[in-house]
């Protein structure tokens, strides 16, 4: 699955657009059984989605383009940031 998410995002972080250590990142509820049910995107991303980092609103502007994606798991996730972000 990891080769169609790296064909489908051109081999960067379908948020931010970094190229640095990408993973996929299954969107809840879904199981992650496809690749429409993840988004490939950077450590940085990941470690700020899991909580692992503060969440950094300068990096999260890279969500104005994010939220338009044709991909339905990237406009979830982009919508669930900017909801959090905006309080």
Known sequence: M????AK?????????SGTEALSSYVVAPKAGSNADE?????????SQL??????????WRCLND????EVDAVKVVSYRLLNQLKS
């Open 66 to 69: 994010s939220i338009w994606s």
């Open 8 to 16: 489908r995002s051109s081999g960067s972080c379908e948020l931010c």
């Open 50 to 59: 899991e909580g692992e980092l503060d969440a950094d609103s300068n990096h």
């Open 38 to 46: 993840c988004v490939f995107i950077c450590s940085n991303c990941k």
């Open 2 to 5: 990891s080769e169609e998410l």
